[in-house]
C-alpha cells in the first residue's frame, strides 16, 4: 500500500463512510486537531517515569479512537468509539497522582522541566482540539462523551506536567498579576 493516493491533491478528502470533504470542514478540523494533540504527546515520552509514561501510552490509543469517532459521521456497533470507561480512565489517573501534589491554590505558567513544558503545551493543544469538536457539535452530531474525554484530559496532561515537573525538581510559577 501507497503512503500517498493523490486523493486529496484538490483538497478533499474521505471520511469512514466514504463520503468526500473539504479538508477545512469543521469535521476534519476536529480529528485533525486531535491528531496533532497525540503527536505532541508522543513527543514527551519517555519522560523518564514509568506509570506516566504507561498513561500517556494509553492516552495516545484513546485519541485514535476519538478520531476514528470524528471521522465516522455514522458509526455501528463495530465501530470505535469513545466510551465513558475511557473518561473514567482519566478520572482515576488524575486523582492517583493528585494525592502527590500540594493542593492547588493558584494558576501555574505553563513551564518547568522540557517534559512539563511539553505536557503544558500538550495540554493547550488538547483544549482548542475541545473546541474544535464542540464547533462540530453545533453543526453535526457529535459523541458527546469524545467530547467530554477531551475536557478530561487536558485535565489529566495538567495533572501529569504538574507530577513530572515535582518529581524533576521544578518549581511552579504563578502569573503575576
Not at 82 to 108: A, K, M, N, S
Request: aromatic share 6%; charged share 35%; glycine share 6%.
Amino acid at each position: 500500500m501507497k503512503v500517498y493516493t493523490g486523493r486529496g491533491d484538490e483538497g478533499k478528502t474521505d471520511l469512514k463512510d466514504m463520503s468526500r470533504v473539504s479538508k477545512t470542514s469543521p469535521r476534519i478540523e476536529a480529528y485533525g486537531t486531535v491528531d496533532e494533540a497525540n503527536a505532541l504527546v508522543g513527543t514527551v515520552r519517555p519522560t523518564g517515569y514509568e506509570d506516566v509514561d504507561r498513561m500517556l501510552r494509553t492516552v495516545q490509543n484513546h485519541l485514535h479512537v476519538v478520531q476514528a469517532d470524528f471521522a465516522n459521521p455514522d458509526p455501528d456497533g463495530d465501530d470505535p468509539v469513545v466510551r465513558e470507561e475511557h473518561t473514567e480512565r482519566l478520572e482515576d489517573w488524575i486523582d492517583e497522582l493528585d494525592e502527590e501534589l500540594e493542593p492547588l491554590t493558584h494558576f501555574v505558567l505553563p513551564s518547568g522541566s522540557d517534559a512539563g513544558a511539553t505536557l503544558h503545551h500538550a495540554r493547550a493543544v488538547c483544549r482548542r482540539a475541545e473546541r474544535r469538536a464542540v464547533a462540530l457539535a453545533n453543526d453535526e452530531e457529535v459523541n458527546g462523551e469524545a467530547i467530554a474525554y477531551l475536557n478530561r484530559l487536558s485535565d489529566a496532561l495538567f495533572t501529569f506536567a504538574r507530577v513530572v515537573n515535582r518529581r524533576d525538581g521544578e518549581p511552579e510559577d504563578r502569573p503575576t498579576y
